[in-house]
């Protein structure tokens, strides 16, 4: 049998990603594929970086190609792996390690390199250029610990690099050389209203503003400017424009221009090599933008399958990802002095448009404010259609050429077919509803079908309104389960977004995250409580209002709309005393009924609501505190008599139970936890089906978690073996805060550990020391607030006393 | 029953009764929520829920209405109708508030007298 043609592939970022998915399709069976990547990691959504930096979405959001993409279509991708040489004459590359890789056609697709300006401290530390991950993760460890960044330059990366920056809390400066933002993309009306809107965010901005020097000795401390003005700055990120990547290339002998010089079949001056993506020159153009370097990717791999396809060039338009700013440029939209303008400005709304007409056909578009109708005007742009007839009326958008008041999805409705919807990926408007009418009901398979919305993410809106006019009511937008119907937002969005936008209210996250009820409901109030609780332990005042009543009350309210009461017993040990002062509570209050739980410890119920003050502070003087049989929060930890007194006890199991209930009780989380431990693997604390379970062994002591027993039963999993007691205590404390951050509320942690897998919760708390101590340290940190009696405060302080009162009401002499 | 047998009681301060939440008062056997929304305005309702007795007072407040803790109906506040899919409606009573001081407009006579 013949052996498979062998293809090489010299960097793994989105172009040759897109270009290996379309050869997948077309050729899945002829190249034995290996990629050789610089970066450390799998291929992801570079343009995405920015929502990570201000800390909308994390690294897991933006993988492309996971591990097992690459198993899956049997291709070799070398991580952390860059190669220092290409031998063409005998086909072979050559890594920095050393390694040999023989070729028959080989892909070079190293991207570009950020430009840094050689001015004098360039090189000094804390002064980084904005390219990748590694970047986007040293500028979150600098703004966590620095309060001080500049950035150099103000167009597209610089202005996202500063937003992020700002949402991270830091004071940022953008200083830009031109005398307005954006210069390449946009005219200065437009610029100007972009500068107030990062203004308004906090972000201060220098245009014509020129940088003599970076300062600092060891590291930076700020920079200089022309002027004599000085910034004082931790953080320099030099955002001012990138080149493509072409020194490998150059050294193998290739013909190198700025970029490497591509025909159009994407072919070299090497016979059996080739290059796409911005390392690329194409008939003098080099591109910045992943549109066409997808126009590339689709070209390559049909030459790879020795199909015919021709790359011709690509139209550019431009959109900024910072939330909040819409704005959109296409085209020649300077104009000169033969062509027309039609602006339209809406100063209320901050809304500004532009279009630049030569022989009444559109050559340049502005959109800032309002940029629902940028595909329709692209579109125009794009074929050079003669406007004449609705020229009066065509500044106002798609919408106004039918009936005036239209819905919104008009705009979306009067696109042709072959309007572009996704500008990234190419996608017109026929192809998404083509793969609608096939079947595709929901953003995400519109997209893995298409592609469309897929990269930067900005037409999400665009390609939902076309599943709503095809499907109309049968679309649920976002199958990602909002978190209730005052919000589009899931439950994972919205815990991000309180940490990156720094929201410490509930009535801040209303407002920010633009809430549709004025103050929320039901479901989504007491879980945003939490989300506040567990992230800003120190800051947040607990909304008492927002809490379900046996979380308010600290009782379980029962169906007559009595309460029962149930103190801690740690670890289920009680004495003579407890069960007196309990005795004691019981005739003293009345109590129909005293019961034992399942949870090792005794439930007074059919307590009144107005008696509740008076129980507690019987109970507290008795030394009980709450036993939190309501909370989402530490419930109960079993345990078995042990070592102590059974005959196969291989360790305290209560000793051990009371000291793990000691340490975590008052913890909020997202569901209820319960833990046990055993003494020995005959198991009587049945510890192998709760949250989190600790079997003691003749070794140690083994832990457990994700086990269930109520409305689902399940074994728990193993987590992992530990030998001592301030280990069980570190593991378990560290496992709980990794699940307080991560859970939804309301899901109990095997559904939480499923969600995330059970191996990452393994590495994390098992492998990764770090992380670990990390965990535990902040779990404790959170302890030394919230580890407090509830029944205490609500007693001692007569707090919100007017909870339990029920007064009768008195007459007065008022008539109707 | 004719209107004349209804006055006005002084029931509490609007001041105690904390927004977004509630505050019981007694007349007779009957149990009365008195409740505060977000944007200050007061209501009374029987501290009864239609579908099976649950204490409205002990509810979470939202926008115009309470949701009964114990099976989550939404009652509107003004109204006392149960909302959405469910049917039933609770005893609403008049509320007039001056000088914080927040009165209802309740019957005379307990409808059943004090034990
Ligand atoms: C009192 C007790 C029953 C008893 O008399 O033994 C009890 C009583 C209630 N359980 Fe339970 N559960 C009790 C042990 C359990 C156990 C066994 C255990 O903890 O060892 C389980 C199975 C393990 C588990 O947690 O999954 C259990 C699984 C549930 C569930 C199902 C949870 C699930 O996610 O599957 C609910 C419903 C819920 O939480 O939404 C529930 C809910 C309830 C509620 C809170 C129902 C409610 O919302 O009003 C009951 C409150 C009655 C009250 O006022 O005390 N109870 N419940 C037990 C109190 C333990 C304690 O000391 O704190
Ligand atoms: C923060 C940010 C935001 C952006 N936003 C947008 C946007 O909104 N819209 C848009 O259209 N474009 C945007 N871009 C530009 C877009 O990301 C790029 O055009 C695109 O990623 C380029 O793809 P590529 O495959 O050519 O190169 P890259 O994605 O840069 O990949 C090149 C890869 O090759 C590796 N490599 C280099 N040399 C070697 C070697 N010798 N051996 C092995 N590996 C090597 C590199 O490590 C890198 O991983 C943005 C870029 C950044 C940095
Ligand atoms: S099993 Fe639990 S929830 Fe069900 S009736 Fe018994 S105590 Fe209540
Ligand atoms: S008693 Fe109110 S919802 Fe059931």
């Given at each position: 049998m013949k052996s498979k043609e062998q293809l090489v592939v010299i960097g793994n970022g989105m172009a040759p990603g897109r270009m290996l998915e379309h050869l997948q399709e077309i050729e899945p069976a002829r190249y034995k594929i290996t990629i050789f990547n610089a970066e450390p990691r799998v291929n992801y959504n570079r343009l995405m970086l920015s929502p990570v930096l201000s800390g909308e979405k994390c690294y897991e959001d933006i993988i492309t190609h996971s591990d097992s993409w690459y198993a899956e279509h049997n291709i070799t991708l070398h991580k952390h792996s860059p190669i220092t040489n290409i031998n063409t004459s005998e086909k072979y590359v050559t890594t920095a390690s050393g390694i040999q890789k023989q070729y028959d056609k080989l892909v070079i697709a190293t991207g570009s390199k950020p430009i840094v300006i050689p001015i004098p401290g360039h090189d000094l530390p804390g002064v980084m250029v904005y390219r990748d991950l590694d970047d986007v993760e040293t500028m979150l460890s600098v703004a966590k610990k620095c309060s001080n960044a500049v950035v150099i330059g103000g167009g597209l990366l610089g202005l996202e690099a500063a937003a992020g920056l700002s949402a991270q809390g830091m004071n940022v400066t953008v200083v830009h050389l031109a005398d307005h933002l954006m210069e390449k993309q946009l005219d200065k009306p437009a610029a100007l209203l972009l500068e107030k809107a990062m203004q308004a965010r906090g972000i201060r901005i220098l245009t014509s503003a020129n940088t003599a020097q970076i300062d600092g000795t060891d590291k930076v401390t700020g920079i200089t400017l022309k002027d004599g003005t000085t910034l004082p700055a931790e953080l320099v990120v030099m955002a001012v424009g990138i080149k493509p990547s072409t020194e490998l290339a150059e050294s193998a002998g290739l013909s190198v221009n700025r970029g490497i010089d591509v025909d159009n079949q994407m072919r070299?001056?090497?016979?059996s090599v080739y290059a796409l993506g911005e390392c690329v020159e194409h008939h003098g153009n080099c591109y910045g933008l992943v549109a066409p370097l997808y126009d590339m990717a689709k070209v390559l791999a049909q030459t790879l399958a020795e199909n015919s396809a021709e790359y011709s060039g690509s139209v550019l338009s431009t959109k900024l990802k910072v939330s909040g700013v819409d704005l959109f440029s296409a085209g020649d939209f300077l104009g000169s002095g033969d062509s027309d303008e039609i602006v339209v400005r809406d100063a209320a709304n901050g809304v500004y448009r532009r279009l630049v007409l030569q022989d009444n056909r559109i050559v340049g578009v502005v959109l800032y404010g309002d940029t629902s109708d940028s595909a329709w005007f692209f579109d125009l742009l794009k074929k050079q259609t003669d406007i004449s007839d609705i020229r009066s009326t065509v500044i106002f958008g798609a919408a106004y050429q039918g009936d005036p008041n239209a819905d919104p999805t008009s705009a979306v409705a009067a696109l042709p077919d072959s309007a572009e919807i996704c500008g990234c990926n190419g996608v017109c408007k026929s192809t998404i509803n083509t793969a609608i009418n096939g079947g595709a009901n929901s953003l995400e398979s519109v997209r893995s079908i298409?592609?469309?919305?897929?990269?930067?993410?900005?037409c999400t809106g665009l390609v939902e309104q076309l599943l709503t006019l095809s499907l109309g009511e049968q679309y649920q937008p976002a199958?990602?389960?909002?978190?209730?119907?005052?919000?589009?937002?899931g439950h994972a969005d919205v815990r991000r977004l309180i940490k990156a936008k720094s929201l410490k209210t509930i009535d801040e996250v209303l407002q920010a995250l633009e809430w549709s009820s004025s103050c929320g409901c039901a479901k989504c109030r007491p879980a945003l409580n939490y989300y506040l609780v567990c992230e800003w332990p120190a800051d947040y005042a607990d909304d008492y209002q927002s809490r379900f009543i046996n979380e308010r009350v600290h009782a379980n309210i029962q169906q007559d709309g009595t309460f029962s009461v149930v103190p801690r017993m740690w670890g289920g040990v009680t004495s003579a005393s407890e069960l007196r002062a309990i005795a004691d509570v019981v005739d003293k209050f009345n109590v129909p009924m005293v019961k034992v739980t399942g949870g090792q410890r005794i439930d007074m119920l059919g307590i009144k609501k107005e008696q509740l003050p008076e129980v507690w502070k019987d109970l507290g003087t008795a030394g009980f505190v709450s036993?939190?049989?309501?909370?989402?929060g530490l419930r109960t930890v079993k345990t078995c008599v042990g070592k102590q007194w059974c005959r196969f006890g291989t360790q305290d199991s209560t000793a051990l139970g009371v000291r793990l209930e000691k340490y975590l009780w008052g913890s909020w989380t997202p569901a209820k936890v319960k833990l046990a431990v055993s003494g020995c693997p005959r198991n009587c604390a049945e510890a192998t089906c709760k949250d989190i379970g600790v079997i003691c062994v003749e070794s140690g002591f083994d832990l457990h978690f994700a086990g269930a027993a109520g409305l689902d039963i399940k074994g728990t999993e193993v987590l992992g073996h530990v030998d001592t007691f301030d280990e069980v205590e570190e593991y378990v404390s560290a496992l709980l805060q990794m699940y307080r951050e991560q859970g939804h509320y309301l899901e109990r942690i095997y559904k939480w550990a499923n969600r995330v897998s059970i191996d990452e919760i393994k590495k994390q708390i098992m492998e990764n020391a770090d992380t670990r101590l990390a965990y535990a340290r902040r779990f404790s940190e959170s302890q030394l607030i919230a580890q407090h009696d509830p029944w205490a405060s609500r007693t001692d302080n007569n707090m919100q006393a007017n909870e339990f009162s029920l007064k009768p009401v008195a007459a007065v002499e008022v008539v109707a | 029953m004719s209107e004349s047998s209804h006055y006005w009681y002084r029931a509490c301060f609007a001041a105690e009764i904390p927004r977004r939440g509630s505050i019981r008062v007694s007349h007779g056997r009957l149990k009365i929520a008195i409740f505060k929304t977000a944007k200050d305005e007061i209501f009374a309702l029987e501290?009864?829920?239609?579908?099976?007795?649950?204490?409205?007072?002990a509810g979470i407040v939202h926008n115009n209405c309470v949701t009964c803790p114990l099976h989550n109906w939404d009652i509107s506040l003004e109204s006392g109708k149960a909302l959405g899919a469910d049917k039933g409606a609770t005893a609403r009573f008049k509320v007039q508030v001056s000088d914080d001081v927040v009165m209802l407009y309740v019957k005379k006579t307990p409808s059943l007298s004090v034990v």
């Amino acid at each position: 049998m013949k052996s498979k043609e062998q293809l090489v592939v010299i960097g793994n970022g989105m172009a040759p990603g897109r270009m290996l998915e379309h050869l997948q399709e077309i050729e899945p069976a002829r190249y034995k594929i290996t990629i050789f990547n610089a970066e450390p990691r799998v291929n992801y959504n570079r343009l995405m970086l920015s929502p990570v930096l201000s800390g909308e979405k994390c690294y897991e959001d933006i993988i492309t190609h996971s591990d097992s993409w690459y198993a899956e279509h049997n291709i070799t991708l070398h991580k952390h792996s860059p190669i220092t040489n290409i031998n063409t004459s005998e086909k072979y590359v050559t890594t920095a390690s050393g390694i040999q890789k023989q070729y028959d056609k080989l892909v070079i697709a190293t991207g570009s390199k950020p430009i840094v300006i050689p001015i004098p401290g360039h090189d000094l530390p804390g002064v980084m250029v904005y390219r990748d991950l590694d970047d986007v993760e040293t500028m979150l460890s600098v703004a966590k610990k620095c309060s001080n960044a500049v950035v150099i330059g103000g167009g597209l990366l610089g202005l996202e690099a500063a937003a992020g920056l700002s949402a991270q809390g830091m004071n940022v400066t953008v200083v830009h050389l031109a005398d307005h933002l954006m210069e390449k993309q946009l005219d200065k009306p437009a610029a100007l209203l972009l500068e107030k809107a990062m203004q308004a965010r906090g972000i201060r901005i220098l245009t014509s503003a020129n940088t003599a020097q970076i300062d600092g000795t060891d590291k930076v401390t700020g920079i200089t400017l022309k002027d004599g003005t000085t910034l004082p700055a931790e953080l320099v990120v030099m955002a001012v424009g990138i080149k493509p990547s072409t020194e490998l290339a150059e050294s193998a002998g290739l013909s190198v221009n700025r970029g490497i010089d591509v025909d159009n079949q994407m072919r070299t001056s090497e016979r059996s090599v080739y290059a796409l993506g911005e390392c690329v020159e194409h008939h003098g153009n080099c591109y910045g933008l992943v549109a066409p370097l997808y126009d590339m990717a689709k070209v390559l791999a049909q030459t790879l399958a020795e199909n015919s396809a021709e790359y011709s060039g690509s139209v550019l338009s431009t959109k900024l990802k910072v939330s909040g700013v819409d704005l959109f440029s296409a085209g020649d939209f300077l104009g000169s002095g033969d062509s027309d303008e039609i602006v339209v400005r809406d100063a209320a709304n901050g809304v500004y448009r532009r279009l630049v007409l030569q022989d009444n056909r559109i050559v340049g578009v502005v959109l800032y404010g309002d940029t629902s109708d940028s595909a329709w005007f692209f579109d125009l742009l794009k074929k050079q259609t003669d406007i004449s007839d609705i020229r009066s009326t065509v500044i106002f958008g798609a919408a106004y050429q039918g009936d005036p008041n239209a819905d919104p999805t008009s705009a979306v409705a009067a696109l042709p077919d072959s309007a572009e919807i996704c500008g990234c990926n190419g996608v017109c408007k026929s192809t998404i509803n083509t793969a609608i009418n096939g079947g595709a009901n929901s953003l995400e398979s519109v997209r893995s079908i298409t592609k469309a919305s897929a990269s930067c993410g900005s037409c999400t809106g665009l390609v939902e309104q076309l599943l709503t006019l095809s499907l109309g009511e049968q679309y649920q937008p976002a199958e990602l389960l909002p978190m209730c119907g005052c919000t589009e937002l899931g439950h994972a969005d919205v815990r991000r977004l309180i940490k990156a936008k720094s929201l410490k209210t509930i009535d801040e996250v209303l407002q920010a995250l633009e809430w549709s009820s004025s103050c929320g409901c039901a479901k989504c109030r007491p879980a945003l409580n939490y989300y506040l609780v567990c992230e800003w332990p120190a800051d947040y005042a607990d909304d008492y209002q927002s809490r379900f009543i046996n979380e308010r009350v600290h009782a379980n309210i029962q169906q007559d709309g009595t309460f029962s009461v149930v103190p801690r017993m740690w670890g289920g040990v009680t004495s003579a005393s407890e069960l007196r002062a309990i005795a004691d509570v019981v005739d003293k209050f009345n109590v129909p009924m005293v019961k034992v739980t399942g949870g090792q410890r005794i439930d007074m119920l059919g307590i009144k609501k107005e008696q509740l003050p008076e129980v507690w502070k019987d109970l507290g003087t008795a030394g009980f505190v709450s036993g939190h049989a309501y909370a989402k929060g530490l419930r109960t930890v079993k345990t078995c008599v042990g070592k102590q007194w059974c005959r196969f006890g291989t360790q305290d199991s209560t000793a051990l139970g009371v000291r793990l209930e000691k340490y975590l009780w008052g913890s909020w989380t997202p569901a209820k936890v319960k833990l046990a431990v055993s003494g020995c693997p005959r198991n009587c604390a049945e510890a192998t089906c709760k949250d989190i379970g600790v079997i003691c062994v003749e070794s140690g002591f083994d832990l457990h978690f994700a086990g269930a027993a109520g409305l689902d039963i399940k074994g728990t999993e193993v987590l992992g073996h530990v030998d001592t007691f301030d280990e069980v205590e570190e593991y378990v404390s560290a496992l709980l805060q990794m699940y307080r951050e991560q859970g939804h509320y309301l899901e109990r942690i095997y559904k939480w550990a499923n969600r995330v897998s059970i191996d990452e919760i393994k590495k994390q708390i098992m492998e990764n020391a770090d992380t670990r101590l990390a965990y535990a340290r902040r779990f404790s940190e959170s302890q030394l607030i919230a580890q407090h009696d509830p029944w205490a405060s609500r007693t001692d302080n007569n707090m919100q006393a007017n909870e339990f009162s029920l007064k009768p009401v008195a007459a007065v002499e008022v008539v109707a | 029953m004719s209107e004349s047998s209804h006055y006005w009681y002084r029931a509490c301060f609007a001041a105690e009764i904390p927004r977004r939440g509630s505050i019981r008062v007694s007349h007779g056997r009957l149990k009365i929520a008195i409740f505060k929304t977000a944007k200050d305005e007061i209501f009374a309702l029987e501290d009864k829920c239609p579908h099976k007795g649950g204490p409205l007072s002990a509810g979470i407040v939202h926008n115009n209405c309470v949701t009964c803790p114990l099976h989550n109906w939404d009652i509107s506040l003004e109204s006392g109708k149960a909302l959405g899919a469910d049917k039933g409606a609770t005893a609403r009573f008049k509320v007039q508030v001056s000088d914080d001081v927040v009165m209802l407009y309740v019957k005379k006579t307990p409808s059943l007298s004090v034990v």
